[in-house]
């Protein structure tokens, strides 16, 4: 068996190919990420937004009316410079460029933009953690004991940090950064690429899908067996191709993974090997060429990191907060979402609760290709 | 003394979806024997293999080899077999040592004694110069050699190959087919598929004729060739004008008779003396010919007796 798997990981070593994706390319994009965002986190460089509000007669404007006159930056720059006007005036302020966007105040108010550019993403964020400020505010009353909850700093909170709950943080003591949320995703990505190695394994161990498949499957080995020592054989060199990745991005690009690096590394661990596993699975079980799966398995990773952020992270938020459900399917979300909460907070809950999720997760994948091996069907045409 | 099966197909029957591939042949393959399984592409040869390898599974039949019945989980029948496959089978990321040594690996567990078969099967294809060699970096026919060696390293004792030669050049298929008479030499039971009848006429003791999932003829070639009424295609070089032709053709000795290009081919009927019939009725014609010569009925023939089409 060790004969088998030195020769596998050697097999995969000088696949070139593979190893740039997996290794390479994630670098490559971390060092683009790096540069492009190199400004976004600074406050220094945000403006004030001009902006206008159109009252409806309807829900708490006051409320949302103070919560823009008074929202800040970091630095004490307002955030908004609004005008209060009618609806007609606002769009014609929208039309010829006088605003970013315009709020329609009421039980749900809404933000009308044009583009999508910093400022109106700055708005859009602005206006979703005070949709979500209502839905929290019975923990944060909790957590202050009953004190009047003072909506303005929250909100501040919110848009330097992303999470009211900053406060809790203190322990991890890192430079809250908001560009991170790009390197998470794109780590969790990484180790979700994993995939594709998972998913050549599945190939090589198919009679049906490869001739190699067709020799292994002749030979007296048992295939569980064999399949096991290759994608553990994967799972070593990709998970070391994950580690140089956090080393690189942590020590050269200086990305900050919080204090709790062994942490870091155990999720990073058990995403690899999920990719993997999955990978495999889509060989063994999904019908078609070796083409078709390759799609499916690109496709259902980007979609995964689509709505775990790593194009837009608004997504990650909306995803939580509407479809929570789906946050359970998707690996790289709960992959990103232990490292925020290893980045964001002090304690381990959160870490705790994704990572059981993630294990279970494994351990759902690992049993489906037990009991696919257990039914033979890997050899037959 | 009786002479041992080492393969034995009984009934085998599969089909996918309306397309019967095997139609209940029965194939009895004794040790030591070279088998050949001869048949124009989708004849249902390489289904009849994946059968008998458990690739396959099948909906009717039996098949036990080395007396004893093959399943997907016969490690111990498995251990005998060594299988070269159409299709190369080997990884791109390994040299050829590797290559063998890893297939090796799977059959044999004492490192040693892999290694020593390793260098065996290297020396065996003649890939001694090669060793440290990647796969993209052989031609064709040191890929199927290698392909060969991954297949033989564990020195089985049941040897299948499944149309080995395909787009290989014509010193490389010699050596390939040198390889297997061999091979057989050393004691192992040989099946061979190809839809090369040259190939199979020259290394295969016994063969079988497949078509559309059946076996249509069964036998060595001399019993094959003598079982259909064909006698010699007699070849003339030779002027030859029409009337002359005409009265050929007329005297309904032979089978066929073509005239092109100032070349006569007749295709004799299964009876003595068709050669010099022929040299009398063209001496007493007045016919001067260049050149004469004849040729065997081949497995071809006896493939277009039985089904009415060339093997190719």
Known sequence: ?381 | MEEKTAVDIRGLYKQYGNLVAVNGIDLKIKEGEVFGLLGPNGSGKSTIINCLLSLVRYDRGTINIFGSTMKESEVAIKRKIGVIMQEVAVFEELTVYENIEYFCSLYVKDRKKVKDLTEDAISFVSLEDFKIFYPQKLSGGLLRRLNIACGIAHRPKLIILDEPTVAVDPQSRNKILKGIQKLNEQGATIIYTTHYMEEVEQICNNIAIIDKGNVVALGTKKTLTDSINMGETIVVEAQINHAVINKLKSSGKYRSIEYFDNVLKVKAKKESNSFIGLIDFLQQNNVAFHKIYFDMPTLNDVFLEITGKELR
């Not at chain 1, 103070?66 to 908004?80: R, W, Y």
Request: charged letters at 15%; glycine letters at 6%.
């Open chain 1, 1 to 381: 068996m060790l004969t088998l798997f030195s020769t596998k990981i050697k097999c995969l070593y000088r696949d070139r190919q593979s190893l740039f994706w997996a290794l390479l390319f994630p670098i490559f994009l971390a060092i683009i990420y790096h540069y492009a965002f190199a400004d976004l986190g600074k406050a220094d460089v945000l403006k004030t937004i001009d902006i206008a509000a159109v009252s409806t007669g309807s829900g708490n404007e006051a409320t949302l009316k103070q919560t823009l006159q008074d929202t800040a930056f970091e630095n004490g720059l307002p955030i908004f410079n609004v005008v209060f006007v009618d609806k007609a005036e606002a769009e014609w302020l929208l039309d010829h460029n006088k605003v970013t966007g315009y709020i329609v105040m009421g039980e749900v108010p809404e933000l009308i933009v044009k583009g999508s550019d910093i400022k109106a993403t700055i708005a859009k964020n602005v206006l979703n953690s005070y949709r979500q400020m209502h839905g929290v505010a019975d923990i944060i009353a909790e957590e202050t004991r009953g004190e009047a909850v003072n909506y303005n700093a929250v909100m501040n909170d919110m848009v330097d940090r992303e999470y009211y709950l900053k406060n809790r943080k203190e322990a991890s003591g890192a430079n809250m950064d908001y560009t991170v949320i790009y390197f998470y995703a794109l780590l969790a990505m990484v180790c979700i690429y994993g995939g594709n190695w998972g998913l050549r394994e599945g190939i090589d161990i198919s009679a049906s899908l490869s001739a190699r498949g067709a020799r292994v499957n002749i030979s007296p080995y048992s295939m569980e067996k064999l399949l096991f020592c290759n994608l553990s054989a994967s799972l070593a060199l990709h998970f070391t191709g994950v580690l140089l990745v956090i080393v690189f991005m942590s020590n050269v690009l200086k990305i900050d993974f919080g204090t709790q690096l062994p942490y870091v590394i155990c999720v990073c661990f058990v995403g690899s090997m999920i990719g993997i596993l999955f990978g495999c699975l889509t060989a063994l079980l999904m019908k078609g060429t070796e083409k078709k799966k390759d799609a499916f398995l690109t496709c259902i990773t980007l979609i995964w990191g689509f709505l775990a952020g790593l194009m837009i992270p608004s997504i990650k938020y909306i995803v939580a907060s509407k479809f929570s459900a789906l946050t359970f399917v998707n690996p790289v979300h709960l992959i990103t979402d232990c490292l925020y909460s290893l980045y964001y907070y002090s304690d381990l809950s959160q870490y705790a609760h994704n990572m059981i999720v993630l294990i279970i997760t494994a351990v759902i994948l690992c049993g489906m290709i037990v009991m696919y091996m257990r039914r033979g069907r890997h050899g037959s045409f």
